[in-house]
């Protein structure tokens, strides 16, 4: 396998370091550069499989000022791989404007799969999986209701992701909008206290734990006239 003049988009855990696959260790290896969203987290996952790489840390902030110099290193015949903090990079996370743009250029981009949240709850749940909308994040404050109340009309299950800060607020809004619906929280997916809570919005709401939950969320919701 060639490596020059390439760059590799890897998936990464989502929570367990075990679920990454061995080509993707294997090309993380191989190559020169290493990007990455931040490289405290990266460089934590590396060192666990006693990968020593250059890091070189891309985020939506600084993605658009990196894309001439990474663009010329890989034309001179480096290689990269392009990682995120958690799962498939591009998916919520930065990498799409880099990516096009190497296209635009000729570069060669291989992928190589591993974690993703959303399909991962997707194949978990048990809601129809034969077409969906992956949502990820909804805005969060301009245009919020707006797309709630797209979504309330939408025909496909409906894949969310959410933070911490906005679940017990996300659960309120789809009881407002989508009282009726059949859905799933998804909480902290591979990981130790992996946890799920299924049922209406307002059913869920009263199941929770009087005090903040914590971790990562994927939410999942039903078609409009589905029923369990
Ligand atoms: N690129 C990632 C992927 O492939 O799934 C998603 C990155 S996005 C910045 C992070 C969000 O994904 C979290 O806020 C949460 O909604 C979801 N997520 C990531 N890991 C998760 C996990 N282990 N359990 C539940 N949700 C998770």
Redesign the pocket.
């Given at each position: 396998m060639s490596y020059s003049g390439k760059i590799f988009v890897i998936?990464t855990p989502?929570?367990n370091l075990g679920d990454i696959t061995l080509r993707a260790l294997e090309t993380l290896k191989n190559v020169d550069f290493i990007l990455c969203e931040d490289t405290r987290t990266s460089g934590n996952l590396l060192r666990h499989y006693e990968i020593s790489k250059e890091l070189i840390s891309l985020n939506a902030k600084n993605e658009r000022g990196k894309i001439d110099w990474i663009t010329g290193r890989i034309e001179k015949g480096e290689s990269g791989a392009l990682i995120?903090?958690?799962?498939?990079?591009c998916?919520?996370?930065p990498g799409i404007r880099l990516i096009n743009s190497l296209i635009k250029n000729g570069i060669d981009i291989i992928g190589i799969p591993g974690?993703?949240?959303?399909l991962l709850a997707l194949s978990i749940n048990g809601l129809p999986t034969d077409s969906f909308l992956f949502e990820g994040?909804l805005p969060q404050k301009k245009g919020r209701q707006k797309k709630l109340k797209e979504l309330a009309e939408e025909k496909r299950t409906l894949v969310l992701?959410?933070?911490v800060h906005r679940i017990e607020k996300l659960l309120n809004e789809i009881s407002e909008y989508m009282p009726d619906r059949t859905i799933v929280v998804?909480?902290?997916?591979?990981?130790k206290f992996e946890e799920s809570w299924r049922g209406t919005a307002s059913e869920i709401i009263e199941q929770l734990p009087g005090k903040t939950i914590k971790?990562?969320?994927?939410v999942v919701i039903s078609p409009i006239d589905w029923r369990e």
């Open positions: 998936a989502i929570g995120s903090d958690a799962g498939t990079p998916i919520s996370d974690a993703n949240a959303a994040f992701y959410e933070s998804n909480r902290e997916l591979t990981k971790g990562e969320f994927v």
